[in-house]
């Protein structure tokens, strides 16, 4: 099985930085796609950042300038630099991979939570 974990979460004020890394490990043929998505109480899971294999970048209008995804294909592992941070970027952020074993299938991580205080 492959499993996602997540590290890097914390409290930090207003105009801080976080970095978030996730590291995929298991039975990986191929990782597509790596990506963070958030979740803040009562609102909907909601991308945030996306990379491809070819490190083309998808990202949230609410992040863009903000935030930057890459990924280190070599340690199977997907980071998120996240700068200039505001008290609406606190939520619960999830790792996700959409990975190839005989298949391609998507996996999540557990969640890391973000705090940031104003």
């Known amino acids: 099985q492959v499993q996602l974990v997540e590290s890097g979460g914390g409290l930090v004020q207003a105009g801080g930085s976080l970095r978030l890394s996730c590291a995929a490990s298991?039975?990986?043929?191929?990782?597509?796609?790596m990506g963070w998505y958030r979740q803040a109480p009562g609102n909907q899971r909601e991308l945030v950042a996306i990379?491809?294999?070819?490190?083309?970048?998808n990202y949230a209008d609410s992040v863009k300038g903000r935030f930057t995804i890459s990924r280190d294909n070599a340690k199977n592992t997907v980071y998120l630099q996240m700068n200039s941070l505001k008290p609406e970027d606190t939520a619960v952020y999830y790792c996700?991979?959409?990975?190839?074993?005989?298949?391609?299938?998507?996996?999540w991580g557990q969640g890391t939570q973000v705090t940031v205080s104003s």
């Open positions: 990379i491809n294999r070819g490190d083309t970048t």
């Open positions: 996700y991979s959409l990975i190839i074993r005989d298949r391609a299938y998507d996996y």
């Open positions: 298991g039975n990986i043929f191929s990782i597509l796609n």
